[in-house]
T-cell receptor
Framework: AQSVTQLGSHVSVSEGALVLLRCNYS??????LFWYVQYPNQGLQLLLK??????LVKGINGFEAEFKKSETSFHLTKPSAHMSDAAEYFC???????????FGKGTTLSVSS | DSGVTQTPKHLITATGQRVTLRCSPR?????VYWYQQSLDQGLQFLIQ???????AKGNILERFSAQQFPDLHSELNLSSLELGDSALYFC??????????????FGEGSRLTVL
């Protein structure tokens, strides 16, 4: 069975600092990996995804993530945090297109000025 | 705007009651997924329908049921409601497997409060 572990339920950074949100997955097949963001009282919005090919993927709002098979990780980074990045972030895994995503428990990102 | 529409946005009801949540997927998407989001359980996959047929089941209680209609909209029925059923229920849709890259498109959710 697939699973996702997000290390740290809450991460706090200063504006302009590096953002690093950690995600490790478990999958018996080559995974499809995703990061979603959820702003208060809104649905989930896709930040970026990895399916095949280049292991460093770039997403919206300056975020990127690197797929590391040997470490079973898909950590999310952004070089410089902005106040508007404050939200909850979810990592997810699936076996293939057309199947349900399995989500981690989420990481709340706080950004202080 | 993801293109996925959910109604109602908010619903307050009492224990023991039954409610129906409705979802219209993005135009052209054949798959619909239902998720439950709560503080203690996080985002839990409930059930998936593909072109009217049940495709996969997750952690869906027997008191809950769903269906997808010929026009592809879906309904999630929650019965004999308990306080613990209070949560945000999301619907998501995706294209046919070979035509998509795996991501799901989420609606804004239906917030259910059971008193």
């Amino acid at each position: 069975a697939q699973s996702v572990t997000q290390l740290g339920s809450h991460v706090s950074v200063s504006e302009g600092a590096l953002v690093l949100l950690r995600c490790n997955y478990s999958s018996s097949v080559p995974p499809y990996l995703f990061w979603y963001v959820q702003y208060p009282n809104q649905g989930l919005q896709l930040l970026l995804k990895y399916t095949t090919g280049a292991t460093l993927v770039k997403g919206i709002n300056g975020f990127e993530a690197e797929f590391k098979k040997s470490e079973t990780s898909f950590h999310l980074t952004k070089p410089s945090a902005h106040m508007s990045d404050a939200a909850e972030y979810f990592c997810a895994v699936s076996e293939k297109a057309g199947t349900a995503l399995i989500f981690g428990k989420g990481t709340t990102l706080s950004v202080s000025s | 705007d993801s293109g996925v529409t959910q109604t109602p946005k908010h619903l307050i009801t009492a224990t023991g009651q039954r409610v129906t949540l409705r979802c219209s997927p993005r135009s052209g998407d054949l798959s619909v997924y239902w998720y439950q989001q709560s503080l203690d359980q996080g985002l839990q996959f409930l059930i998936q329908y593909y072109n009217g047929e049940e495709r996969a089941k997750g952690n869906i209680l027997e008191r809950f049921s769903a269906q997808q209609f010929p026009d592809l909209h879906s309904e999630l029925n929650l019965s004999s409601l308990e306080l613990g059923d209070s949560a945000l229920y999301f619907c998501a849709s995706s294209p046919r497997g070979s035509r998509g890259t795996g991501e799901l498109f989420f609606g804004e959710g239906s917030r259910l409060t059971v008193l």
